[in-house]
């Protein structure tokens, strides 16, 4: 089990999706990840999709914790669209073309979860609120417009900033994703708390200075999760 001197990653032999109570009052700044924490994504999906194309074990190189350079260089914004998407379709059955690529790809971006707009506007109203994300463009332009047409702008005016690591240049867990982050948006680390739901990424931001806590999206709902951190009673208190 990890041993993270500041924070809020487990003691040992403690089980990873513990929850424990957090002293909201000790922050200023809160930094959400997006996809599993607050938009439902399932990376098996886009396995399938491309297992029809021909390509298969897709899974291998594109994981949520760990993938390939050809993914990496996308969601660091070195790769272009069409770049990536040529290099999986030379990769798929004779006859795919770029928009079956885009579909496929496009696959695991299931939804904005049904209580995540109520949660980023009662911490919006509370802390100074950012979203970072590790991902590329080509998934953005799908899941922005995805809310865009559901949510209208309810959710992505309840951030100051809304940050993608394919526009920062870096990407989670990097330590110095963080630093960058803090430096451009001017956040303290030590009045900083930082949610994703991998564990490597939790780990990054502690490395950082911030504080964070791993949200186990397979152990937790949102809302178990906002009670089990206390932060059910930190608004009603």
């Known amino acids: 089990m990890e041993s993270i001197k500041r924070g809020f990653l487990h003691s040992e032999g403690m089980s990873s999706s513990v929850l424990f109570p957090i002293d909201w009052h000790n922050f200023d700044h809160v930094v959400l990840d997006f996809g599993g924490v607050l938009y439902d994504i399932d990376h098996q999906r886009t396995a399938s999709a491309f297992s029809k194309l021909g ?52 696959a695991l971006l299931i939804g904005l979860k049904p209580e995540a707009v109520d949660w980023v506007r009662m911490l919006s109203t509370r802390f100074d609120l950012l979203m970072f994300s590790n991902t590329n463009d080509i998934h953005a332009t799908h899941f922005e417009q995805d809310i865009l047409r559901t949510r209208s702008r309810s959710f992505s005016d309840a951030f100051r900033q809304i940050i993608y690591s394919h526009r920062l240049g870096h990407r989670k867990p990097s330590p110095m994703a963080f630093k960058k982050v803090a430096d451009l948006y001017d956040l303290n680390p030590k009045r900083t708390l930082f949610i994703d739901d991998t564990q490597e990424n939790v780990a990054g931001a502690l490395q950082a200075g911030w504080s964070a806590v791993y949200f186990d999206v397979k152990a937790h709902s949102l809302p178990s999760f906002m009670r089990g951190t206390s932060f059910i009673d930190f608004v009603e208190g």
């Not at 914004?77 to 069409?82: H, K, M, P, V």
């Open 55 to 106: 390509l298969q074990d897709f899974s291998d190189e594109f994981r949520h914790s760990a993938q390939s350079a050809l993914f990496d260089q996308l969601e660091c914004g070195t790769l272009s669209n069409e770049a990536f998407l040529r290099a999986l379709r030379d990769r798929c059955a004779d006859g795919t073309t770029l928009e079956d690529v885009r579909a496929a790809w496009n």
